[in-house]
Structures are given as C-alpha cells and as structure tokens.
C-alpha cells in the first residue's frame, strides 16, 4: 500500500549533515541527509517506519496536507535554532509503500463471504484476496483516521 505525506527539507551548509527533514502533519519528527538522494531515501524510510508504527499501534493517522498548506518558515520546528539556506531547501511530497515496512505482521486467518460476480471478477483478474482486503482496510483506516483528525 502506498502512501505519501509532504516534507519540509532544510538545508544548512555548516552542519556536518546538510539536510534536516521534518513531516509537519506529524509531531516530533525528524530526520537527516547528507545530500538530496540521501535525504529522500531517510524521509521515505522515516515515513515507513512511523505509519506502519501507527498502524500495527492502532493510533489514528493524521490527514496528510497539501504541499500548498505547508512551508519552510510557518512549519519550521525550531524557528529559533534552525537556519537554513532558502535557496537549497525546498517541500516534497514523500511516497512509502508500506508494504516492506508491515512484511513482520503476524497473519490472522478470516473466512469471508462474497458475491458471486465478485469471485468471478477476482478469478479473472487473478486478484490475491488477502493482499486486497488488508489493503482496504487500511485504507479505510486512513480515511477514518483522517475524517476524525480534522474534526
């Protein structure tokens, strides 16, 4: 399943470690880079870890915003102590799958029931039901989490 959220990424030449990544929709995020390709591949594995942590936690998900809702100076977590080069920094959305990140899921068996025209449907496309089902229900987690998170 994938998913994605926006990224504020700052960057500061006098830090050993350039970029400072940070998620605005969740709290106390933060990871690193030393470059752009390294601090892609953090955030996306900081954003991996931390849903499918939501997840298998059965904490709500926040809403992710839009990258025009976000930016560098309104978002910035430590306005007093983090500088950074307006220039070099910049918002992204960030996509996981989260599927390598929920692989250690212990697996529950369930027997559903479903209409006909959908087993013939499924056969035809060769759908796996398993995969399909857990993917809808996270979905509807998201989505559940989401409608109570803007309430």
């Known amino acids: 399943m994938l998913v994605s959220y926006p990224a504020l990424f700052y960057y500061d030449q006098s830090e050993k470690v350039p970029f ?3 998620f605005p929709d969740f709290t106390n995020s933060g990871t690193q880079g030393n470059d752009v390709t390294d601090a892609m591949s953090m955030a996306t594995d900081w954003l991996g870890i931390n849903v ?3 997840l298998e936690n059965n904490r709500p998900l926040p809403a992710p915003s839009t990258l025009e809702e976000i930016s560098l100076a309104k978002n ?3 306005p007093e102590d983090l500088k950074y080069d307006s220039k070099r920094s ?3 959305m960030v996509l996981v799958d989260l599927d390598s990140y929920l692989k250690g899921d212990i697996k529950i068996k ?3 029931s479903i ?3 959908a087993d013939r ?3 035809d496309l060769h759908i796996n039901y398993s995969a399909t089902l857990t993917e809808a229900i996270a979905q509807a987690k998201m989505l559940h989490d989401s409608k109570i998170m803007n309430k």
């Open 20 to 22: 400072f990544i940070t």
């Open 52 to 54: 499918a942590d939501y």
């Open 76 to 78: 910035n977590p430590y």
């Open 90 to 92: 910049f918002k992204s």
């Open 110 to 112: 369930k027997t559903v």
């Open 115 to 117: 209409p006909k025209w």
């Open 121 to 123: 449907a499924g056969a």
